[in-house]
């Protein structure tokens, strides 16, 4: 699959769930939009603009609830990274409870509450 492709599929699934937790997300999306480092440790592909598009719509949507109109959205770079990484954090979370079968509560895909955690719940 390109990175056209990966992009353009997950900015469909991302528009058809715009409140989606961890609990929603396709394993096949979960396998596409996990970052492996390897050696180089910079995101290649379609990964990061996967990312900045999840997390900036759902910037967007929640400012028009609030506000009633489109917001001007800015992001600080270290912000954005350390987002991206939380993103990968969840993401791996996911990958262990479908392949693992360990449960954890849902959390918000591409929102970062302060003080979020990764809750553990017993099958």
């Avoid at 603009?49 to 028009?64: E, H, L, N, Q």
Wanted: hydrophobic content about 40%; proline content about 7%; overall charge negative.
């Amino acid at each position: 699959m390109t990175k056209e492709n990966i992009l353009a599929k997950s900015i469909d699934w991302i528009r058809s769930h715009p409140d989606a937790t961890t609990h929603d997300v396709p394993q096949e999306l979960v396998k596409l939009w996990l970052f492996d480092s390897g050696e180089d440790f910079s995101p290649v592909g379609a990964v990061l603009p996967v990312f900045v598009f999840g997390y900036t719509d759902c910037m967007a949507r929640k400012s028009i609830a609030a506000t009633g109109r489109a917001p001007k959205i800015e992001h600080r770079l270290g912000d954005l990274v350390e987002k991206f990484q939380l993103w990968q954090l969840k993401l791996s979370l996911v990958q262990v409870e479908q392949s693992r079968g360990m449960k954890f509560q849902p959390m918000p895909l591409f929102s970062f509450p302060d003080g979020e955690t990764a809750e553990f719940r017993a099958a």
